[in-house]
């Protein structure tokens, strides 16, 4: 016992605690290397990113977020993010900076990709121009909404004038303007295509089962605009034979109500609303169950699964909530779809 | 030297100390006798200034112990020295640094001069070569020794022996006598002896109360307590079991 | 009318009854506060007591640091055992090292090592300060003008306020240390994707709130600890009961403590 003197004990046992957390700080979580350098960015939006969120280069870790202010000449977020000292003279000028969610529910961070590596390196404190703001859902929705507003206004108007006057002249303005707001809704739809793809990709981020359903149904997408596309053709070229046609047309209409063909199937099937709000009901169970838990030692021994992937959308709830509601117009566009159609 | 007055103490209703009044003399060697749960040990802990009286006071050179804070209280305690019952000694410390304990804490002397002192003090309980075993390597006789030591060593105006020789064997208790009449013979000090051998402590003590009921009952030279008709010095003195206190 | 009144103080015994366990509960409260109060704040007055210092960081952290790396290790590897049981049916074996190691970082390593040096040394403290009152050592202590509680339980307080949650971490890297060796080498984890998974997943905030804890959790037993001994009556009796209080007390003290940071922490 008194081999090693009591004082050489509480040394050597000080010494070995304090090693570990240096070891722990420094080789394993990483920390601390901290004499990096600054760089900047600015965005219009830098929601789910917080100081502390990391940053990465090609999937490793080179840096975090230091702060973000707000800098109100611009309205933009500028987010300072301190990257590691070896990384100094690496990152080149035109470098994109983009932010990023990982796993199901995870949280979000920066991705620098870099620029061409011959262009000139950036300095500490210096800018990252190139800025891939994160999509925003609700705009490419919202667009949609009034797209397919202004094609209820006009099919209301196609459906009276057929029922009500039948005279050829009118009939032919109208499919003639049909024509006309169909190919505006196609270039439309082209050219938000590009959104369209990218709110797909971030629901399937967030809702596997919804990318699931969205990319079954995409194909039926295409084909009814297709459809719609050839059906107004041809009423464009047949317009002397315009009783079979008006009839052709009627009993198209009728199919469409009641749900035979592909767009009607579109129009009525319920199923792609139902299996969005399933998923939404799921999410809300598993979120419910992680706020309701027991403690945390009996949450980890429950489930530790479930509690490790729902403990970053506890503290992302706000962010994880707006997501549910961002991805829930989209099982609505089914309804206003169904409502325009019918 | 010490006075106490009309001293008051009940725990839970039950009465201790009931206006217990004496005075000890500088100097002497007074002993305060009793039966077991007399109350004695409270009275010696009032004195010491460890609990407090319900009423009362403890008059040191003109000061009331009870109204002292800790503060002043302390300055007075570095005068006393203490033999506990069990010897009291720091189980964490051997004997050597329990006898030098007091010195290290109260005074400044260097180690080089507590260490004489030390060795002076165990030479004279005859412990020198036990200096470096620990208390629960002692005997009980061994352990007062100790304690007593550790008592003495700061050469304190007033002494206190907390039953100095409960639990020794006869010859242990006579060697403890002897100590205690040397040692108050080498200096000046005043000993209050609280005890129930009253045979052992007529021998050494230049007067003897009798604490009964929480009162001092009788006070004398031994010589005339052993000489007094009082029934309950007698049964005292006798340790017979007839007579007026009676033993539930 | 004689019932009546039997009822009126049998209901006022009742009464009485509560009222001196409620009274008694608070006031031992008060005075564990007051005792810590008084230790703490002595600590920092002279005299410093170095040694005696020194002594109980050696009893309370050297000598319990073989027992934590023991019981740290099993615990480790039992978590990831466990970990794997239910990462596998989701094919996230990956997650074993992120989960451990949060585990050990938050709840096992402070809770479970509190536990342990409570068993350990919450117990022999209030045992030894127990014998000390019992024995008159603290009326000595008092009656040479030294301050017992800052010579008994300023020491003991700091020295586990300082020492648990070196203690904690050394629970939880020997807890990592197990969960490593059973994962790559039993369950056929990837050494890489276990050590990602801990760089990913544990956050610089989970592993100073368990420091947090822990520091709490010191104080916690050695404020139990101590003012059970340093109060205990009732001779070697006394001071066994007053040792199982102080261990029962504090183990249940510091799982509602437990509870109550988690709660506010997280």
Request: aromatic content about 6%; charged content about 20%; hydrophobic content about 40%.
């Amino acid at each position: 016992m008194n081999k090693i003197s009591l004082e050489l004990r509480v040394g050597i046992f000080f010494l070995v605690a304090l090693g570990i957390i240096a070891y722990v700080w420094f080789k394993v979580l990483d920390y601390g290397s901290s004499n990096g350098f600054l760089l900047k960015a600015k965005f219009r939006s830098v929601e789910g990113i917080s100081p502390g969120s990391q940053v990465q280069i090609a999937g490793i870790k080179v840096g975090s977020v230091r702060d973000i202010t707000f800098e109100p000449d611009s309205g933009r977020a500028v987010v300072s993010m301190e990257i590691n000292a070896s990384y100094k003279n690496v990152i080149p000028e035109g470098s994109r900076l983009m932010v990023k969610t990982r796993g199901l529910l995870g949280d979000r961070f920066l991705v620098i990709e870099p620029g061409k590596p011959n262009a000139r390196k950036l300095k500490p404190g210096e800018e990252i121009k190139l800025i891939s703001e994160p999509t925003d859902t609700q705009k490419v929705l919202e667009s949609l909404a009034v797209v397919s507003q202004d094609l209820q206004v006009i099919t209301a108007e196609t459906r009276r004038q057929l029922v009500d006057e039948k005279g050829a002249q009118k009939v032919d303005r109208i499919l003639t303007n049909t024509d006309a707001v169909t190919k505006d809704a196609r270039d439309i739809v082209a050219a938000n295509k590009e959104k369209i793809n990218e709110t797909v990709n971030n629901a399937e981020n967030a809702f596997k089962g919804i990318n699931d359903v969205v990319s079954r149904n995409k194909p039926k997408v295409n084909k009814s605009v297709d459809d719609m596309e050839s059906f107004s053709k041809n009423l464009d070229k047949t317009g002397s034979k315009f009783d079979r046609l008006a009839s052709d047309l009627d009993s198209l209409t009728q199919d469409v109500k009641s749900g035979r063909g592909t767009l009607g199937k579109l129009v009525t099937d319920e199923s792609l609303h139902r299996e969005a709000q399933g998923l939404i009901r799921d999410f809300r169970g598993l979120s419910q169950r992680v706020q309701n838990g027991p403690g945390t030692l009996g949450r980890l021994i429950s489930d530790p699964e479930i509690y490790f992937e729902a403990r970053r959308a506890i503290r992302n709830m706000n962010k994880t909530a707006e997501e549910v509601s961002e991805v829930t117009p989209i099982s609505t566009l089914a309804i206003i779809l169904g409502s325009v159609f019918r | 030297m010490i006075e106490v007055e009309n001293v008051h103490k009940r725990f839970n209703h039950q009465k201790v100390l009931d206006g217990t009044s004496f005075r000890i003399n500088s100097g002497s060697v007074t002993s305060l006798m009793g039966r077991s749960g007399a109350g004695k040990s409270v009275l010696l802990k009032i004195m010491i200034g460890l609990e407090k009286p319900d009423s009362g006071a403890i008059w040191l050179d003109g000061k009331n112990l009870v109204t002292l804070n800790l503060a002043q209280l302390n300055k007075i305690r570095v005068r006393f020295g203490i033999l506990f019952q069990e010897g009291a000694l720091f189980d964490s410390l051997n004997v050597r640094e329990n006898v030098a304990f007091p010195l290290k804490e109260r005074t400044k002397l260097s180690d080089r001069q507590i260490s004489e002192m030390v060795d002076d003090h165990l030479e004279q309980v005859g412990l020198l070569n036990h200096g470096e075993k620990f208390p629960s390597e002692l005997s009980g006789g061994m352990r007062k020794r100790a304690g007593l030591a550790r008592a003495l060593v700061t050469k304190p105006d007033l002494v206190f022996f907390d039953e100095p020789t409960s639990g020794l064997d006869p010859i242990t208790k006579s060697t403890i006598y002897r100590l205690i009449q040397k040692t108050h013979a080498q200096r000046e000090m005043t000993y209050v002896i609280i005890s129930h051998d009253i045979r052992g402590v007529m021998d050494i003590s230049d007067e003897i109360m009798v604490l009964n009921d929480g009162q001092i009952v009788a006070k004398g030279k031994p010589e005339e307590l052993s000489q007094s008709v009082d029934p309950l010095v007698r049964q005292f003195l006798t340790g017979s079991p007839d007579g007026p206190i009676k033993i539930d | 009318m004689k019932a009546l009144l039997m009822m009126s103080t049998e209901d006022n015994s009742l009464i009485k009854m509560a009222l001196t366990v409620v009274s008694g509960f608070l006031s031992q409260l008060g005075g564990a506060l007051i005792m810590t109060v008084m230790a703490l704040k002595s600590f920092f007055w002279p005299p410093y007591r170095i040694r005696e210092f020194l002594r109980h960081l050696d009893f309370i952290g050297s000598q319990s640091a073989f027992l934590i790396i023991i019981t740290g290790a099993f615990t480790g590897m039992v978590t990831a055992l466990q970990g794997y049981n239910g990462m596998h049916r989701y094919g996230a074996e990956s997650l074993v090292g992120a989960t451990v190691a949060l585990a050990l970082a938050r709840e096992l390593g402070p809770v479970l090592s509190a536990l342990m040096v409570t068993g350990r040394v919450g117990s022999s403290m209030t045992a030894e300060l127990g014998s000390m009152r019992n024995t008159q050592q603290i009326d000595a202590l008092s009656s040479m003008a030294v301050d017992p509680i800052h010579y008994l339980v300023s020491p003991r307080m700091v020295a586990s306020i300082i020492t648990l949650p070196f203690l904690a971490c050394i629970y939880g890297f020997s807890g990592m240390v197990g969960a490593y060796f059973v994962s790559t080498s039993y369950l056929d984890i990837d050494p890489g994707a276990f050590m990602s998974g801990i760089r990913n997943y544990v956050d610089i905030s989970d592993i100073t709130h368990g420091l947090i804890k822990a520091v709490v959790f010191g104080l916690i037993m050695s404020m139990v600890a101590c003012y059970k001994g340093f109060y205990a009556t009732g001779g070697s009796r006394g001071v066994g009961v007053a040792t199982t209080k102080a261990v029962v007390i504090s183990s249940v003290l510091i799982l509602i403590s437990d509870y109550v940071m988690t709660a506010i922490m997280f």
